[in-house]
T-cell receptor
Framework: NAGVTQTPKFQVLKTGQSMTLQCAQD?????MSWYRQDPGMGLRLIHY???????DQGEVPNGYNVSRSTTEDFPLRLLSAAPSQTSVYFC???????????????FGPGTRLTVT | SQELEQSPQSLIVQEGKNLTINCTSS?????LYWYKQKYGEGLIFLMM?????EEKSHEKITAKLDEKKQQSSLHITASQPSHAGIYLC???????????FGKGTRLHILP
């Protein structure tokens, strides 16, 4: 299994440009999430999905869109990039482990985004 | 206000010394996750605590959950350079898979 993969690893955008951060998992996990990590702020949840066709907002959803057309993919779209969106973005997938009795969450390697 | 408070924010420790990182929740805890992140990389799951008083170990790292205090502590014994990184606690709020994270504790190990 490749686990959770994210592309690109690095990206530089100009203010106002749009782009999509890709996230894919091959573990057949129901749940997927997007987080952003900023210095001194820890990880903040942007959007999440509990299954194909179902998405919901997290703590900081403004400026981002998501869709979940398949179980495997959960892309994050920036419609009009702003410098405040400069961050490291992590995608995660998780499932409820019957044996452990809690969610096991797996993270991708991250995408470093700079908006100038 | 932050739901999860981690302390200290950063820590510099001599190799071989013991250290403790704390995570306190302002809301009811149904479970507490500990992750480690090496600088510039993704998060690695360390352990998850569910019941009050539960204590788990992963190599030289031990974590305990105090349900009454809504607090967890992570203890590293005889620290090594490989322990350096950012330690994050995450709270399970008891519904779907939303995990809320603390701001993290940056750990540096001096040789």
């Amino acid at each position: 299994n490749a686990g959770v993969t994210q592309t690109p690893k690095f990206q530089v955008l100009k203010t106002g440009q749009s782009m999509t951060l890709q996230c894919a998992q091959d573990m057949n996990h129901e749940y997927m999430s997007w987080y952003r990590q900023d210095p001194g702020m820890g990880l903040r949840l942007i959007h999440y999905s509990v299954g194909a066709g179902i998405t919901d907002q997290g703590e900081v959803p403004n400026g981002y869109n998501v869709s979940r057309s398949t179980t495997e993919d959960f892309p994050l779209r920036l419609l009009s990039a702003a410098p405040s969106q400069t961050s490291v973005y992590f995608c995660a997938s998780s499932y409820l482990s019957p044996r452990q009795g809690h969610y096991e969450q797996y993270f991708g390697p991250g995408t470093r985004l700079t908006v100038t | 206000s932050q739901e999860l408070e981690q302390s200290p924010q950063s820590l510099i420790v001599q190799e071989g010394k013991n250290l403790t990182i704390n995570c306190t929740s302002s809301k009811t805890l149904y479970g507490l996750y500990w992750y480690k992140q090496k600088y510039g990389e993704g998060l690695i799951f360390l352990m998850m605590l569910q019941k009050g008083g539960e204590e788990k170990s992963h190599e030289k790292i031990t974590a305990k959950l105090d349900e009454k205090k809504q607090q967890s502590s992570l203890h590293i014994t005889a620290s090594q350079p490989s322990h350096a990184g950012i330690y994050l606690c995450g709270a399970d709020r008891g519904r779907d898979d939303k995990i809320i994270f603390g701001k993290g504790t940056r750990l540096h190990i001096l040789p």
